[in-house]
């Protein structure tokens, strides 16, 4: 049900007709494209056949464009055709063709927009997988709402979609965290222990912790050695920070598939690490060399030890040096995990992957990226989607931050006080790549300075009118496929009504565009306009009798935009749903 899919489907057989003598190569004509013009004012779609094709048919483009015109203006949807500029054809449809489009958006219901499930292939998406020793904050909270909607998207347009969280269970910064968890169980045992030592996590968060830990343990491991109480102490810090990092998830309604640890990868007798580094040198992808000094140290040599290193040959796929994947003792480097991870995702069958990381973690790109294609062996493809810092304020104030203090605002203090909704809509309303300031004034407001308040009270205004024709019109009480009647709707002719069936009508573009662009920002502007066009046409009812949406005179045109209403809360709903933002049918 994409009309710009479908005319593209037109102009191309259009210039089949058009140019029978010639060949057009494939690449070119899938440079044809139908979209919306940039102005309404010219129509309602535009195309740029006539410019792609023009110079490989040796053709002026106002010339091809006329003979397109004249092919497009045969089908009776299409009440005019203009040339504009250099060459662009842009289209005018009949009302009829809008009518029998909204019809068709009131029988597919809720479902509307979307590719039904398992028409795409399979696609691994990974997000959040923070270091489980400490609480996630609200850096996390961005990259977790923004992985959860591309996946919501991916979902949308039928792939079949697997979110996963990698925990990183494995290296000195859990060791760490036990450590400082046993310094909190001393305390719970009533054992002054003084200031945090530098290195560790002073954070509160441990405390309740450390509490439990003393609650099921009482003092039997206080008079243990650490390499004792390390490894339990390890595992019932790790298992409790997880618990809490889902939690605070499904405050968001995050939920992953799958969870899969790091330590996983040398665990049950096996060396995952180990058996890919013999893959590699199977295919002669490592081998022992030295790195040069990285930029800015050439000139001085007594900073840098060059030694020999273990190294996959990297810059075989696209990346800028050689990667070390052992330690200078020997043990694996943290890329060494990280490829092994990613070839255990490329087993399970995902030849797709794709992973969302904070944008510290840019330099690290073109190095997996690479690793992937290697393992792979070009069959795999792995995608890097990276979100940027999110800076807080009140009330125009900055609100600080820092983790490894223990003074920190945490994805959970967020939730508490503006609520999920607000969360989620809020760190999708910028391109992820950029950066987002999140006021927490601003996110409470019942204005349209808000764009969540906003975007669920047009929702809540159609489910109102459903209610108020309960109430006045009981007579009307179909459901939304059976106000699909293409005669009925061809009466909806004002302005406004049009140009909400046709916000209505792109909606499935939309989602396509969104998808294909990993940008679930689209779906929040797409929203907002299309919420903003409905309070507008809302309002000018209360100003104009004959727009009004009951018309107890007139049952016909009442059936009408009654339906128009509900394909309106349907769109919303779907959009909100992607966004994973309730659609409520009430607001307080």
């Known amino acids: ?49 006539a ?44 009302q009829s063709f809008w009518a029998r489009e909204l019809a068709a958006i009131l029988k597919a219901g809720d479902r509307y927009g979307y590719v039904p499930a398992g028409q795409g292939a399979a696609v691994n998406i990974e997000y959040v997988s923070a270091n489980p020793t400490g609480p996630l904050h609200v850096g996390h909270c961005r990259g977790a709402v923004v992985g959860d909607a591309i996946a919501n998207l991916l979902a949308a347009s039928g792939q079949a979609v697997t979110r996963e969280y ?19 169980y001393r305390e719970a045992l009533g054992e002054t222990v003084g200031e945090i030592p530098k290195g560790l996590y002073p954070g509160d968060y441990l405390v309740p912790v450390g509490t439990a830990l003393a609650d099921k343990y009482g003092d039997a491991l206080k008079g243990q050695d650490e390499a004792d109480w390390l490894p339990l102490v390890r595992d019932f810090a790790i298992a409790a920070m997880m618990e809490n990092i889902r939690n605070d998830l499904a405050s968001l309604n995050i939920r992953h598939d799958v969870f899969f640890s790091e330590r996983s990868l040398m665990g049950n007798g096996r060396d995952r690490v180990a058996e890919l580094i013999a893959w590699l040198e199977e295919r002669d992808l490592v081998y022992w060399g030295t790195l040069p000094p990285p930029k800015g140290q050439e000139n001085e040599d007594e900073d840098w030890d060059e030694r020999e290193q273990l190294l996959f040959r990297a810059t075989s796929f ?47 790109v073109k190095r997996m990226t690479a690793a992937v294609k290697a393992i792979s062996e070009g069959k795999g ?12 304020f009140r009330a125009g104030e900055p609100v600080r931050m820092s983790k490894r203090a223990g003074d920190l605002v945490t994805l959970a203090d967020v939730v ?4 999920r909704d607000a969360v989620r809509f809020m760190m999708l309303t910028r391109k992820a790549d950029a950066p987002l300031d999140f006021d927490f004034q601003t996110v409470t407001e019942q204005s349209k300075d808000n764009p969540v308040f906003y975007v669920q009270y047009a929702h809540a205004r159609t489910a109102s009118v459903r209610r108020q024709f309960a109430q006045e019109m009981p007579e009307v009480d179909e459901t939304p496929a059976e106000l699909a009647s293409a ?3 061809i009466r909806l002719e004002d302005a406004g009504e049009l140009q909400l069936i046709k916000q209505l009508c792109d909606w499935p573009r939309i989602v396509q565009l969104a998808a294909q662009s990993r940008e679930p920002h689209r779906i929040a502007y797409y929203l907002y306009d299309l919420a903003n066009s409905f309070h507008v046409h809302w309002n000018r009812g209360k100003e104009s ?14 059936k009408a935009r009654l339906g128009l209403v509900d394909a309106v809360g349907m769109v919303i709903r779907a959009g909100l749903s992607v966004l994973g933002v309730e659609a409520p049918k009430e607001m307080r």
């Open 416 to 419: 508490d006080e503006v609520g």
């Open 51 to 94: 410019l792609v094709l023009a110079k490989p048919l040796a053709m002026k483009p106002r010339d091809l464009a006329t003979r397109l015109g004249a092919e497009l203006s045969r089908h009776d949807d299409v009440d005019a055709v203009e040339i504009a500029g250099p060459g662009f054809l842009n289209l005018r449809l009949a």
């Open 487 to 489: 005669e009925r709707l």
């Open 381 to 392: 493809e792995l995608e890097v989607q990276l979100s940027q810092l999110v800076r807080l």
């Open 318 to 364: 696209g990346d800028d040096v050689d990667r070390p994947l052992k330690k200078a003792d020997g043990s694996y480097t943290y890329f060494a995990s990280d490829i092994a991870y990613h070839f255990d995702k490329f087993e399970r069958g995902f030849a797709h992957m794709i992973d969302v990381w904070g944008a510290d973690h840019g330099g690290y």
């Open 545 to 558: 009798p004959q727009l009004r949406f009951i018309k107890p005179d007139d049952i016909e045109i009442s």
């Open 166 to 184: 990698y925990i990183n269970d494995a290296g000195s910064q859990v060791d760490q965290l036990a450590r400082s968890v046993h310094l909190r």
């Open 1 to 49: 049900m994409n009309l710009f899919d479908d005319f593209a489907e037109r102009v191309r057989a259009a210039i089949a007709r058009v140019v029978t003598e010639s060949e057009i190569a494939p690449e070119l004509l899938a440079r044809v494209v139908v979209e919306p013009p940039r102005d309404a004012a010219h129509g309602d779609l535009a195309t740029n056949a």
